[in-house]
Every structure is written in C-alpha cells, then in structure tokens.
C-alpha cells in the first residue's frame, strides 16, 4: 500500500500535469495527499518543515540563474542579435539545408545561455520561412528546434550554462565543465544520429509529394529586409558567457577558498558560505551578468528603448519556471520521505551498477515529472548520497556522476506533459497528433546517447 501512495501521487501529478494545470498548484496538493493516506496528523509539519522548506532552497539557489539567463536572452532578442545570428548561420549553410541550419542556430544561442523558450520564439519564424521555400512539411519544425535547443546544449557540451547542467554541481561539488570529453561525445552522438533522422523523415515526405503544407495556424509573417547587426557583435555576449563561465570556474574557488566568513559589523555572528557548493552557481551567474552588459554596451539604444517592457515578460517566466521546478523539488522531497519510496529505492538499489542505476532513476523522474530540472532535483535530493557511495566504492569521478545525471535529465523528460514541448507546439501552431512523434524521437535519441556515454566511459576510462 505505501508503495502504491507513491506511485499514487507521481501519477496524479503527471495527470495533472498533462491535463494543463499548474504544478505549482497541484504538486504539494499531490505531495499532501500522499502524507495524508500514511499518516494525516503529520500534514501541517511535513508541509512546513519539509515541502516548503525545499521549495524555498531550490529558489534561494537557483532563482539567480534563471531570472539572469530570461533577462540575458531577453536582451539579446531586443538587440537584434537574435536574428543577426540566425541570418548569419542561414548564409553560411545555405537555405537548401534548412533542418541543418535551424538546429544549428538552437545550439548557439542555447550555448551561449539564451532560454530555449527564448529561441522557440526567435527561431520559429526563421525555420517557418526556410521550411516553406524549401516545401519541407511544417510538422518537421518542432522536432528540428527540439534536436537544436532541448539536446546537447541543455546538459551535454561541458560549459553550457542552462540549468539542467548547473543543478547537478551543487550535489557532486563539480562544476559546468564536468567530464568534457564525455559531454562532447554524447552531443556529437545526439546530432549526428539527429540530423540523419530528420534528414530521413524529410526524404521519406518528398517522396509521398508531401509539402510545407496550407491552411495552417498561427503563421508567422514574412521576413522583412532590415538592417541588422554585424554577426560577429551578436556573437561575442554568448562567447563572453562561455569564457567567464570557466573563467570563474577557476578564480572563484581559489579567490574565496574551500570555504568563506563574513561580518559587516563587529561582534556580529559570521556568515559562513561553502564556496565548493556554490562556486558553479556564482560562476554562471557572473558569467550571464557579464553578458548582459556586453549587449547592453553595444546595443544600448534599441534595448533600452523597450528594456522595462520586455524584460517585465522575461521576469515573469524566470519566476514561474523557478516556481515549477521548486514546487516539483518539494514534492520529490516528501515522496523521498515516505514509506513507499523505501520501496522505490530499494527497487532502484538492485541495479548494480551505479551509472546505469543514477541514469535510470533520473530519466524515469524527469518523465513522470515532465521536467529536466524536476525530476533530476528530485532523484538527486533523494538519492544523491546513494549514488556517490556507489561511485567511490568503485572508483567513478563525480564528474561522471554529474554528465550523466545531467544527460539522463534531459532524455524522457520530454513526454507530452513537458512544459517546452506544449510551449514549442504553441508558437509553431501544431498538435501532437501532427508532430509529437519526431519529438518523441529525438527524446529516444537523447536517452539512448546516455548509455552510450557509460559504455565509451567503462570502455576507454575517458571523462
């Protein structure tokens, strides 16, 4: 019966989820729930004492980084930057080769720290427009932006500053840079396999006469000629991200040491930080700081002329994805306490190894939850213990534990409930019946990539 409690309140939340209703609502209704069948006298201190004070530690850590990163991709949008790489990418690959150029144009901005709800929005009228002139069925789109931005930028090239490669350092004490080669052998796994996918699905229409297709919704408008900046400025805030990231990777730790004490006045209690913990967080917040100033010092006219509107927008949705991903990091908190979890983890526990156990336990969260960063915060804060245990006895980095637990975020979080995909389908105007297969299967792809990385770890001893 405990077990079922728990498996209980995962599915109403996945239900809920799926149906559109707001998890922060409906996760500690779920997590409540569940307390309330083990035992209803322990609901008012469970949900103080643990629901809320979880929820309130994954903000105080990671709000930061997703307010940064919404107002740093917001700003490169209102420069123009945006569509200055986009043009730029387009002429250098060419226009006949749309689905490679779209995804291509999804890993720089996500790489140098744009949102990729961001680059839903900036990328589709682009991929809208190169699909068309190349009569390539529009319900290729999603899946084409999906390889680009929720792939090997999220969490496989070492460095990328998106979440679902920051949360892990907290846990692990790595930092964004963790098992590089690892990284880099999974992202060029994800795009070759990738690129040959839709490539395939791209054949297979043309010769069945299908087009781009009409009558469908939510079109974008043709592509004005204007006047953009010089591709070369657009690019350097993503390089500046990405350099400062590992700047301060380096500096931060050896300018504050393993640890750091504060007092403003004397006599005062001292504050004291682990810097180990937080080295990464600071790291790409510095880095993210550093980028919005850099676009702000080249584009200061045309942003600041719609900066207080634009980033009122960008605020709101750092603050409800935070809240998402905190509300789904309280509820994995309770069900890691209860009875029935003792189950679920013992169940995990009989898979011996520890990488393809972390890998496991994370992707199969992160798709109940339908969140990259939920169900990877909720597997770590309930297991992450467990799985350091298991790589010291035999020897694994914690570097190895982070690219994998990062990866493995980022395989079948993308089920239909997922947030970016229902945001995706949105903008581009397209159903799931139309289109969810080719995401579907760039979820596979993602997933599969991850046992591909443990086995070329086992093999050759690379991180």
């Given at each position: 019966m405990s077990f079922l409690v728990c498996v209980g309140a995962l599915a109403f939340l996945m239900f809920v989820a799926y149906r559109g209703f707001s998890v922060i609502l409906f996760a500690p209704i779920a997590a409540l729930g569940a307390v309330l069948l083990t035992d209803p006298s322990a609901v008012p201190p469970i949900f103080t004492?643990?629901?809320?004070?979880?929820?309130?530690?994954?903000?105080?850590?990671?709000f930061p980084v997703f307010l940064l990163g919404a107002v740093f991709g917001k700003v490169i949008e209102l420069s123009g930057f945006s569509k200055s790489i986009v043009s730029a990418v387009i002429k250098l690959v060419g226009r006949e080769r749309a689905m490679m150029s779209i995804v291509l144009v999804c890993i720089l901005l996500t790489y140098g720290g744009v949102s990729l709800f961001v680059v839903v929005f900036a990328v589709y009228p682009f991929a809208a427009e190169m699909f068309r002139q190349g009569n390539i069925p529009k319900r290729l789109i999603p899946g084409t932006i999906a390889l680009g931005a929720f792939t090997v930028t999220m969490d496989s090239l070492p460095g990328t500053p998106q979440i679902q490669?920051?949360?892990?350092?907290?846990?692990?004490?790595?930092?964004?840079?963790?098992?590089?080669?690892?990284?880099?052998?999974?992202?060029?796994?994800?795009?070759?396999?990738?690129?040959?996918?839709?490539?395939?699905?791209?054949?297979?229409?043309?010769?069945?006469?299908?087009?781009?297709?009409?009558?469908?919704?939510?079109?974008?408008?043709?592509?004005?000629?204007?006047?953009?900046?010089?591709?070369?400025?657009?690019?350097?805030?993503?390089?500046?991200?990405?350099?400062?990231?590992?700047?301060?990777?380096?500096?931060?730790?050896?300018?504050?040491?393993?640890?750091?004490?504060?007092?403003?006045?004397?006599?005062?209690?001292?504050?004291?930080?682990?810097?180990?913990?937080?080295?990464?967080?600071?790291?790409?917040?510095?880095?993210?700081?550093?980028?919005?100033?850099?676009?702000?010092?080249?584009?200061?006219?045309p942003v600041s002329q719609r900066f207080a509107e634009g980033t009122k927008a960008?605020?709101?949705?750092?603050?409800?994805?935070?809240?998402?991903?905190?509300?789904?990091?309280?509820?994995?908190?309770?069900?890691?306490?209860?009875?029935?979890?003792l189950v679920i983890a013992g169940g995990l526990k009989a898979i011996p190894n520890p990488l393809v156990n972390e890998a496991i336990t994370v992707t199969t969260l992160a798709g109940v939850t339908g969140s990259a960063s939920g169900g990877m915060s909720i597997a770590l804060a309930a297991m992450a213990d467990q799985f350091i245990t298991a790589a010291n006895a035999t020897g694994i980095p914690m570097e190895v534990l982070h690219r994998v637990a990062s990866m493995a975020s980022g395989g079948m979080d993308t089920l239909p409930h997922n947030g970016a995909v229902i945001t995706l389908l949105g903008v581009t105007g397209l159903t799931h019946r139309q289109s969810y297969g080719d995401i579907f299967a760039i979820t596979c792809i993602k997933t599969l990539a991850v046992f591909v990385v443990i086995a070329v770890y086992y093999l050759t001893g690379i991180v």
């Open positions: 004492g643990l629901f809320m004070d979880k929820m309130v530690g994954f903000v105080k850590l990671y490669n920051i949360i892990p350092t907290t846990f692990f004490k790595t930092d964004a840079f963790a098992a590089p080669w690892l990284g880099t052998i999974g992202a060029v796994f994800i795009l070759v396999v990738g690129i040959l996918y839709l490539e395939w699905r791209r054949k297979v229409a043309a010769a069945a006469g299908e087009g781009y297709g009409e009558g469908h919704s939510n079109e974008p408008e043709a592509i004005h000629a204007e006047v953009l900046p010089n591709p070369v400025i657009a690019l350097l805030p993503l390089v500046m991200v990405g350099v400062l990231n590992k700047v301060f990777t380096m500096l931060i730790p050896t300018f504050y040491g393993a640890s750091n004490q504060v007092a403003l006045t004397d006599g005062a209690k001292p504050l004291v930080t682990q810097v180990s913990a937080v080295a990464g967080i600071w790291a790409v917040e510095g880095a993210l700081l550093a980028g919005i100033l850099t676009v702000l010092a080249f584009a200061w006219k960008a605020i709101g949705g750092s603050l409800l994805a935070s809240m998402n991903t905190a509300s789904e990091y309280g509820f994995g908190a309770v069900i890691a306490a209860l009875p029935g979890f």
